[in-house]
Nanobody, 129 residues
């Protein structure tokens, strides 16, 4: 059974930082696509960042480029999302997602939730001004 367990959310002031973690189990972690999505109330789910665990290639949405960094620790089957210079508009529920061996975000620069078959329960990030 695949499980993705997120942690690290919380409340910070604008300009602050948070690091989200996503630990994967029951899933062939290596050489697959892992990503982070977010959804704010009343808005559609947005792909934020993705990483191909086989080589480390990454994708970022324009809205977070230069502020967020996705990384991996293969020994721990864990993906991280380091979020710096947080803005109130970053407030959302953040979800970790796992996909297959073809990583659309990295290959095509387009992140679609339909390409990810496994999802975590989400962790809330709240940024106050």
């Amino acid at each position: 059974q695949v499980q993705l367990v997120e942690s690290g959310g919380g409340s910070v002031q604008a300009g602050g930082s948070l690091r989200l973690s996503c630990a994967a189990s029951g899933y062939t972690y290596s050489s697959n696509c892992m990503g982070w999505f977010r959804q704010a109330p009343g808005k559609e789910r947005e792909g934020v960042a993705a990483i191909y665990t086989g080589g480390g290639s990454t994708y970022y949405a324009d809205s977070v480029k230069g502020r967020f960094t996705i990384s991996q620790d293969n020994a721990k089957n864990t993906v991280y999302l380091q979020m710096n210079s947080l803005k109130p508009e970053d407030t959302a529920m953040y979800y970790c997602a796992a996909g297959g061996s073809w990583c659309r975000p990295v290959v095509l620069g387009d992140m679609n939730s339909e390409d990810f078959g496994y999802w975590g329960q989400g962790t809330q990030v709240t940024v106050s001004s």
